[in-house]
DNA sequence: AAAAAAC
């Protein structure tokens, strides 16, 4: 477990120069890394780690190598076109990362539906924004809103209830930080303020990781305010247990079971909460986490409360449980709903069962890529002993991150990553939903994801903020009852997926059951393998489908499974 | 369907 921190290399700048040296060092060492080198375009750096200007927003000047043989780049152009008809045809050509945003088709639903603003200058002239707040946006790069920013923004400030559903890195923090700030006025505590004391906003996140992002952004957009913003921990808890301390928090950002205990502990009161957000909303409102949530819901009493719901997916259940939190909500939509961006190239790639996954993987870093590359595993042993073995491997500038990492490990492999000293971050799900590393250019489902939902969550770790991104996603043949589904998912946005994938029918219920006895049946006899190769595993999967059709399931009722989530 | 995450 330490060895591969070790050889993380923590600490050290991140610079140009630095890695010219690493790469120069990689040149007279391993083979892998100089085989990387032979795809040097130029001669000051290997073209695959040359993602500092990529890092910066800049255009990517190496296309299309990431989509290898496949190439879906008509395919994704074509949906850019049908996106940008829809839209309104009056952006400048030059602004290429920005406009992606814009070319999505946004809808909107619900009473008396505010209008959107075009630029924050209107929504400065509309709603009264601060010079501060104005400032601190040109400060940060936000120049031009997103979709989501420019309908999400007004119809927040128009005091309305929301709901928000807009791809992976369109900027929906934003969308709900800027209102709250606008609403704020003078600090807590000062006695300007109208009708009660105590945290008047509140912004709940499934991940102690996302609550920290969420919580800099927010101090970002605060500078040259004296309001408190708290990361809510246990530490930050204690440091408010007199009410008089309480009292002057205006801000709080927190993952929900940490809130919880506060309230029911007494040390915590939210009843003069003005805004509740809910990031990440169909997670928040799942099994897991909804009666948390809803207590928490329950304990913000003030009857005006403004309440907003913000996700990239709202499955048809989480969007009900969401709408009857609301009152008189608006919904929008920017794009397709559950549908990733197009600029992700995404592909699916077979390694026949778990002990293949190894060495493909490693197979796919002794080719170029571009750092940093995040890989999802299904669970924490398998994100720890995989990180070991890529640091056995010589893979350089690994990293790992998990729940199960005390808290000052999972701090620093974070500080790692924004440092850009990790190359591979090997994690679990606690990555999957709302993590900005603006560099990551490279998601590799080492693990299947266990839903469309996490699929959508984890590629999106890429492709943000207009940028480009590459997805490669392994199955075996234990995934084969899952795999049309997330198939589905690469049609939708414009990346191409084998025929014979496409000709699988999504099992039902009871036929996935039964898969899952077969599976275990195989395990229990591992001396009959198969799938050891592509073609026969393809013939080896139709053949199962043909089995299934003949067995009587129609094509009515395999299209009614695709529709459920 | 199923693990992860939350304290």
Redesign the pocket.
Known sequence: MEAFQLLSRGGLKFDKNRFKKDVELFNGKSKAESKKQLSNEDSELPAELDFFKYAQGGPSKRKERSTNAEGPAGKKRKIDEEESEQDEDDQDEEDQPKLLHQRHRVTTKGNNVPEHADTFEQMRDRFNLSSHLMANLSKYGYSHPTGIQSYGIPILLSSRDLAAISPTGTGKTLSYLLPVMAALGAPSGSSKIDGGSGVRAVVLA????LAQQIHNECLKLAEGRKWRIVLF??ATANTLKDKAARDKVDIIIS?P??LV?SIQSGSLELNNVRHLILDEADRML?S??HDQVQEIVAACTRADIQKAVFSATLPANAEKIAMEMLSDPVRVVVGLKDTPLPLIAQSLTYVADDASKLPSLLTYFAQPYNPPVLVFT???PRASSLAEELVLNNIPNVDCL???MTKKEREDAISRMRKGESWVMVS???MARGMDFKGVREVVNYDFP??VQ?YIHRIGRTGRAGREGKAVTFFTDEDGP?LKSIANVLLQSGSPVPEWILKLPKPS?MK??QM?KVKRAEMVNPARKIGKNDALKKKEMIEGSKRRKAKGQSKREAEEEDSDS
């Open positions: 499934p991940t102690r990781e921990s246990k993952t079971l940490r205990a799942d897991e986490f299904s669970t924490q998990h729940a199960g679990t799900e606690v266990t839903s996490s899952y219920k996935r059951r899952g």
